[in-house]
T-cell receptor, first 112, second 110 residues
Framework: DTEVTQTPKHLVMGMTNKKSLKCEQHMGHRAMYWYKQKAKKPPELMFVYSYEKLSINESVPSRFSPECPNSSLLNLHLHALQPEDSALYLC???????????FGPGTRLTVL | GIQVEQSPPDLILQEGANSTLRCNFSDSVNNLQWFHQNPWGQLINLFYIPSGTKQNGRLSATTVATERYSLLYISSSQTTDSGVYFCAGWVVDSNYQLIWGAGTKLIIKP
């Protein structure tokens, strides 16, 4: 099974809302990633968790807060977002670093 | 610098045609991967190809690491092949950072 799942598929939120994106994989992968993708652009790395520890934070604003409750789950908590944060948010996992990455279907986020 | 460049940026073909997509990468990048992003946003890993040639059905890929390029071949194109094809490589000495090309947008007309 090479599946990464993400919920919700779509999310519309106001600038004062708090919401969370969820990602799950059951492939035993030790690295999990959050990416942000704007239209007609490649994905941009936001965060990397390796062995449940935050390894990389690509200078992401604090209104995005990642969490890795266990080796299979990855959350992205959203608070006080701006309209320019509207994008496709993708979760990915890999067995370890520098390995094949598998992506979830993404959450399409709209901030009003 | 750390670079991944793809060509062509756009490609429009009739169903049944063959195509070749190219990815050039700098020497700070290795372990190339090819992805297909369908019109609904799903990114599918096609090949993990640090070097050599791999085939999967109508798709094949070749990476010549010494010359810093990779090619993706699509034969007998189908409308479901439409979407954006990205190549991405791992930054040398960083286990968790992929550098992405800008993508090739492929449209297959029936």
């Amino acid at each position: 099974d090479t599946e990464v799942t993400q919920t919700p598929k779509h999310l519309v939120m106001g600038m004062t809302n708090k919401k969370s994106l969820k990602c799950e994989q059951h492939m035993g992968h030790r690295a999990m990633y959050w990416y942000k993708q704007k239209a007609k652009k490649p994905p941009e790395l936001m965060f990397v968790y390796s062995y449940e520890k935050l390894s990389i934070n690509e200078s992401v604003p604090s209104r995005f807060s990642p969490e890795c409750p266990n080796s299979s789950l990855l959350n992205l908590h959203l608070h006080a977002l701006q309209p320019e944060d509207s994008a496709l948010y993708l979760c990915a996992s890999s067995q370890d670093g520098a390995d094949t990455q598998y992506f979830g279907p993404g959450t399409r986020l709209t901030v009003l | 610098g750390i670079q991944v460049e793809q060509s062509p940026p756009d490609l429009i073909l009739q169903e049944g045609a063959n195509s070749t997509l190219r990815c050039n990468f700098s020497d700070s990048v290795n372990n190339l991967q090819w992805f297909h992003q369908n019109p609904w946003g799903q990114l599918i890993n096609l090949f993990y190809i640090p070097s050599g040639t791999k085939q999967n059905g109508r798709l094949s890929a070749t990476t010549v690491a010494t010359e810093r390029y990779s090619l993706l071949y699509i034969s007998s194109s189908q409308t479901t092949d439409s979407g954006v094809y990205f190549c991405a490589g791992w930054v040398v000495d960083s286990n968790y950072q992929l550098i992405w090309g800008a993508g090739t947008k492929l449209i297959i007309k029936p």
